[in-house]
Nanobody, 118 residues
Framework: QVQLVESGGGSVRPGGSLRLACTASGFTFSDHYVTWYRRRPGEERELVAQITFPGRNTNVHARENDRFTLFADEAASTVYLQMDNLEPGDTATYLC???????????WGQGSQVTVAS
């Protein structure tokens, strides 16, 4: 079955860390853009970070590039979003998207809730 599976969400206190994982099942990330988005309560979806395959070029939005890190384990078909020094403003549903840019096929993960509160 072709799907994108997310894991790693949860609740943490301000200053804490979480690592989100986005794993491809039934396909690989070859020729893909893999993007993490988030939707904060009452707001529009926004881009958080993106990695391009091949090459693993990464880009983390300037809002978070001093706290978030994006990296991949291609052997495990997984992209990770490491989030450190989390703030209440990071509370959101995080969504992983994988776009096959040669075949114009896109896959979405199921969403991961991240809550940062005292």
């Amino acid at each position: 079955q072709v799907q994108l599976v997310e894991s790693g969400g949860g609740s943490v206190r301000p200053g804490g860390s979480l690592r989100l994982a986005c794993t491809a099942s039934g396909f690989t990330f070859s020729d893909h853009y893999v993007t993490w988005y988030r939707r904060r309560p009452g707001e529009e979806r926004e881009l958080v970070a993106q990695i391009t395959f091949p090459g693993r070029n990464t880009n983390v939005h300037a809002r978070e590039n001093d706290r978030f890190t994006l990296f991949a384990d291609e052997a495990a078909s997984t992209v990770y979003l490491q989030m450190d020094n989390l703030e209440p403003g990071d509370t959101a549903t995080y969504l992983c998207n994988s776009l096959d840019y040669l075949r114009s096929k896109a896959y979405w993960g199921q969403g991961s809730q991240v809550t940062v509160a005292s």
